[in-house]
Nanobody
Framework: VQLVESGGGLVQAGGSLRLSCAAS????????MGWFRQAPGKERDFVAA????????AYGDSVKGRFTISRDNAKNTVYLQMNSLKPDDTAIYYC???????????????????WGQGTQVTVSS
């Protein structure tokens, strides 16, 4: 069972990136999926999450209005569209799956059981 992130890279401020998180080994169609990020020397912060059927989403205050989370359960994949990127968005971005099925959206890392290895996003000024 693993989550694999992709789509990170180097982008100029104001640019866009789309991260993908592909799950393998089992389906996560019944689980809330989330994105977190961690910058050097800082704690892992909540970025966005989407519930199992995609009808409910939540965002961290710093990304609200700029980032959009979505999912395709048929492909067992979650996406994070990031627009209007800022240097402060520079971090390693992690995809995570909630440990329980059909649960509401959680913003705490402890609620997520399965994690990807992360993908680096660097925004230059």
């Amino acid at each position: 069972v693993q989550l694999v992130e992709s789509g990170g890279g180097l982008v100029q401020a104001g640019g866009s990136l789309r991260l993908s998180c592909a799950a393998s080994g089992r389906t996560f169609s019944r689980n809330t999926m989330g994105w977190f990020r961690q910058a050097p020397g800082k704690e892992r912060d909540f970025v966005a999450a989407i519930n199992w059927n995609g009808l409910n989403t939540a965002y961290g205050d710093s990304v609200k209005g700029r980032f959009t989370i979505s999912r395709d359960n048929a492909k067992n994949t979650v996406y994070l569209q990031m627009n209007s990127l800022k240097p402060d968005d520079t971090a390693i971005y992690y995809c995570a799956a909630d440990g329980a099925s059909f649960r509401g959206i959680g913003r705490r890392a402890i609620e997520y059981e399965t994690w990807g290895q992360g993908t680096q996003v660097t925004v230059s000024s």
